[in-house]
Structure formats: C-alpha cells, structure tokens
C-alpha cells in the first residue's frame, strides 16, 4: 500500500483509494484524477488490502477494479457496505457492466464506470447523485 | 521339492480326467464297447494340455494304460497308448499355436484351429492304433481302412466336441451367470433332451439345429459347445442302442453316420458360436473406439476452452490495460493542454509509446500467443523483451553455454521437455517498484534444451 505525504497545499476536496492489480492503471488513474483535483490517498492490488486500507483511509471514494486476484469488485463492495464505512464505492472494469449482469444492480456502490471512459469529471458527477 | 509334488498331483489329475472320459466313451461304444463312435478322452486330453501345459503329457500315458484292453499283445497296446498319448500332445500343440494362445473359440480362426489340430493328432493315433492291431493280429488286414476311418472318425468327433466343452466351460464363474441366463440355458437344455429322445422326432434329426443355432446365438462359443456336446452324446447313446435316425443295416455303416453328424453339428455351432463372439468383440471395440473418442473430444474442447481464457487474460493483462492507460494519458493531455500546455507534449509522447507497446504485444500475441522473437531469435532475447516490457523493472541474467536455436531452446522450452536432457537455467532478478514496498527478491525461471 502507497501512502503519500501528509500536509499538501491545496488540499483536494475528494479523497480516493484506487484498487486494482494492475501497476499501469493505478498510475495512470492516479496522474489523471490528480490533475483534476482528486487527492489520491492511495493505491491497493487485492481485496484484502482494499478492505484494510479503507478502514485506516477512510477515503471518500473507493474506485474498486472487479478483477482483483483474491476477491472481486463486488464481494469487496459488499464487506466495505456491511462494515458500515462512509466511502462511496465506484466500481471499474476493462469490460462493460452489462457483462457483469444483475450483480452489478445488486451490489451496494455509488456506479459503475468503464476503465477507457474514467474521468474526474464522471466521480465528480456520481458523486453528487 | 513341493513343486515336484505338485506336478505329480497335476499329473495324476490329468490321467483321473483322461481316464473318466474314456469311462463315459466306452458307455458310448457299439458291438459291446469295442467300437466307439465318438471318443471324449481326445478331447479331454487336449484340453487338459492346452489349459494346464503340455508337460503333464505323462497323465494322458497313465490314464490310457488304465483303460487298456490287455488282452491284446502287449505290444498291440503299447502302441495304441504311444499313438493316443501323441494324438493329444500334437493336437494341443498345434491348436494352441494356430489358435495363438487363445482357447476360449472365439473367432472362426480358433475353431479352424480346432479342426486342423484334431485332425492332424487324430490321424496319428488312428495309424499307430490300426497298425498296431494288425501287427498284433488282433484285426485282419481286410479291416485295416474300415479300422482306421472309425478310429479316426470317433476320435476326431471326441476332440470337436469334448475339447470346446471344456476349454469353454472350465475356469467359468458359476456367480457371473444371471438368473436369466440359467433360466435359458434349462430351457434349452431340455428342449434339446426332448427333441432327441422323443422316438416321433428320431427320424427327423436336423430338428435339433433351430435350438443349437439358439444356443449359439444367445451363448456364444459357451453356449454353442454346450448344446453340441449335449446333442452329439445323446445321438451317439442312441444309436449305441439301436435307436433313432442313425441306425443301418451294420455297425460301420450306423458308426459312419453318426460320426458324419456329430462332426457337421459340432462344427456348425461352434463356428457359429465364433462369430457371435466376433459379432461381440467388434460392437466392444466399436464401444471403447466412441468412449475413447468421446473423451478426446471432451479434452479438444477443453483445452479449447482453457486457451481462450488464457487468450483472454493476456489481451486483459497485456494489450488492454495498455490501450486503458492510453486512454487515460490520452485524456490527461486535453486537460493539461488548458493548464500546462508545456506538460502535454510530453504526455503525447508517452501516449504513443504506450500505443507502440500495445501495438507490439498484439502482433505477438496474433503470432501463435507466444513472443514473435522467441521463434526469430531464441528463448534468451524472448525474455530481454519480456523483461523490457514487464511493468516492474526486471535485470535479467541468462547464462547459456552455448546460444540455443530456434528449434532447440524456444520450441523445446514450451514444450515442457522431459527432464531427460541437461539442466540448464537462467536467473532473473526481480527489482520490485518503490511505490508498492515489494521486497528485492530473487526469482529463478528453469528451463531444459
């Protein structure tokens, strides 16, 4: 788990837990979100430690990926809701959430955005639902 | 010294056997058991030798000598058990090889065996046998051909029948046979016992045929052996005792008949019972062939399957995750074009090194999964480039006394080569990246050419 420094100028209105098992989406997640004035708390590869960050983080969002190594997305979604955590889960996928089926409506998250159509703009926008 | 016991004790079994056979062929003989139509110690004997070994020939010799006429020069009957005993011994041989070992007549080839070998053995024991009547001047050398056609006639019949019999029925599991099937096989059984005795049938005796064709048809060699011995002793008796179809004007001429029957009806069933059992063995093998082709096709679509979640995951690991970076770089650039104009060319150019890379993983992957490199240039270059491209930073370190080709280090490496060849391996030293704390670690990959 990355952790960055305590203290910034400017702090960001939002916080955020990127968690995926993939290196290049978490940095590229993280310069994007960054440059749009997320604050990127920090980054995870598995459920477990998904889960275990968001506890200690408590960060505002928790952009979940549904392919994770040990647990997926939506088992991840559904222990951080049972935990009670104020996070609003936004799960992210390679694949469209129809792929996925009804789980998706099941699952207790803020909504679903591709992985190619993540933006600022789009958390901003669930976000405020 | 328990092995020598053992070998006599077969021995004298062997003789028991061949001794109660000619027993029960003598019940079987015309003109008050000097002449016999039908001969089941032939049989008997050569089963004993084909299922039990040649080596306990000495009991065939024993059991002859025990039911030796002895009133006959001694010479006379020395050469009749010298003939007997080489009767069996080369009928046993013969089948037994011709046959290829197997006993059970379960093809036409086996009963074709059958009837070569007792053929050939009977027709030494009917010259010794003739021939040492004569020369003993038990015969007059006017019956010397009547003499020899029915000894060979009654033996031949004893090996067609009595052989099967027993090659077929010994060793059977009484436990394997259903209910269904005994219930059959009694009636059958006394089917055959009516048809033969009852004194309106005697004159038709071809009405047997319909219930052995029966019993080859549902019993197979078993079956078919069965009924023909019942059948061929029922007629023999009969005639033995002046009744039924088979009986003429003199002994030679109701001995010739009933042989000629019990030969046709012998070796009609078994040669039916033999392709019934062909019939058998083809539609099993047909069987295995469809189960076995079955699970063939079961395994193709399985590793169809798992190659295309393999497939999948490399285009979702590979390609995919660079195609979404490349995304999101590419969004970040329009963002920072309004912010910090000077930071987007940069950033196109990160874009399209990372277009390049995706670009280049799926030629690879459209080149038979597997690296366009490791067939071009070998299994080291094969993982600079993978080293090159992974997403943490890897040093590598291969180490290879001599440069493996094409053929001899990728190919032999993805086909998992057996560890008979030498052992040869190549180190990689995984960094591991700052940002996630992964410890320094070693990794060792092995590989065989």
Redesign the interface.
């Known amino acids: 788990m990355y952790l960055p420094p305590i203290g910034q100028d400017n702090p960001p209105v939002m916080s955020v837990l990127i968690v995926d098992d993939h290196p290049s989406f978490r940095a590229s997640a993280r310069r994007l979100l960054e440059a749009e004035g997320f604050n990127v708390v920090g980054e995870v590869a598995d459920g477990h430690e998904a889960i275990a960050a968001a506890l200690e983080l408590k960060p505002d969002l928790v952009l979940l990926d549904v392919q994770l190594p040990d647990l997926d997305g939506f088992e991840v979604a559904g222990r951080l809701a049972a935990l009670g955590l104020p996070s609003a889960v936004v799960l992210t996928s390679s694949r469209n959430a129809a792929e996925y089926g009804p789980i998706v409506a099941e699952t207790p998250m803020r909504g679903f955005v591709p992985k190619a159509e993540l933006s600022g703009a789009i958390l901003t926008d669930l976000l405020s639902l | 010294m328990n092995r020598h016991l053992r070998y006599v004790g077969a021995v004298g079994v062997a003789g028991a056997a061949y001794w109660l056979a000619a027993k029960v062929g003598l019940q079987l003989a015309y003109l008050h058991g000097s002449v016999a139509a039908l001969w089941p110690p032939v049989g008997v004997g050569m089963a004993v030798l084909v299922l039990y070994g040649p080596r306990l020939w000495p009991g065939i010799v024993l059991g002859d000598l025990a039911v030796a006429d002895f009133s006959q020069p001694v010479g006379t009957v020395l050469g009749q058990t010298v003939g007997n005993t080489l009767e069996v011994l080369i009928a046993a041989l013969l089948f037994y090889r011709l046959a290829e070992g197997r006993t059970q007549l379960g093809r036409v080839r086996d009963v074709g065996a059958l009837v070569v070998a007792a053929g050939a053995g009977t027709a030494v024991s009917a010259t010794f046998g003739a021939t040492s009547l004569r020369l003993g001047d038990v015969i007059p050398g006017g019956q010397l051909g009547a003499v020899w056609r029915t000894w060979f006639l009654g033996d031949f019949s004893g090996g067609l029948v009595f052989a099967p019999l027993m090659l077929c029925w010994v060793g059977m599991r009484v436990d394997a046979i259903t209910p269904r099937q005994a219930l059959e096989g009694s009636v059958v059984t006394a089917l055959i016992v009516v048809l033969a005795l009852l004194p309106s049938q005697r004159d038709v005796p071809y009405v047997v045929f319909p219930v052995l064709i029966w019993a080859a048809l549902r019993g197979g060699p078993r079956g078919a052996s069965g009924a023909a011995a019942l059948v061929t002793t029922l007629t023999v008796f009969n005639t033995a005792h002046h009744a039924g179809p088979f009986v003429r004007a003199t002994t030679t001429q109701s001995l010739l008949a009933t042989q000629l029957f019990v030969a046709a009806a012998a070796v009609t069933s078994l040669v039916l019972g033999a392709v019934i059992e062909e019939r058998h063995a083809a539609l099993e093998a047909l069987r295995e062939k469809e189960r076995r082709l079955r699970d063939s096709r079961a395994r193709i679509v399985k590793a169809g399957d798992a190659a295309r979640r393999r497939l999948e995951r490399n285009l ?2 590979g390609a ?6 490349l ?3 590419l ?2 650039a329009r ?2 074009l309004e ?1 910090n104009p000077a930071e987007t060319d940069h950033l196109l150019i990160e874009a399209s090194d990372e277009l390049q890379c995706a670009i280049d993983e799926l030629r690879e992957l459209a080149r038979g999964i597997h690296p366009a490199v490791l067939a071009d240039r070998g299994l080291g270059p094969a993982l600079e480039v993978l080293a090159d491209h992974a ?2 930073p890897v040093d590598l370190e291969t180490t290879y006394p001599q440069a493996p080709t094409v053929d001899r280090g990728g190919r032999r490496l993805l086909r998992r080569r057996r560890g008979t060849d030498k052992h040869r391996e190549i180190r990689a030293r995984d960094v591991g ?1 700052p ?3 992964r410890e320094q670690q070693e990794r060792r990959l092995a590989c065989w050419r």
């Open positions: 979702h690991d995919q995750q660079r195609l979404v970076s995304a999101l770089t969004r970040l963002i920072q912010k997403h943490l990246h940002s996630v704390g």
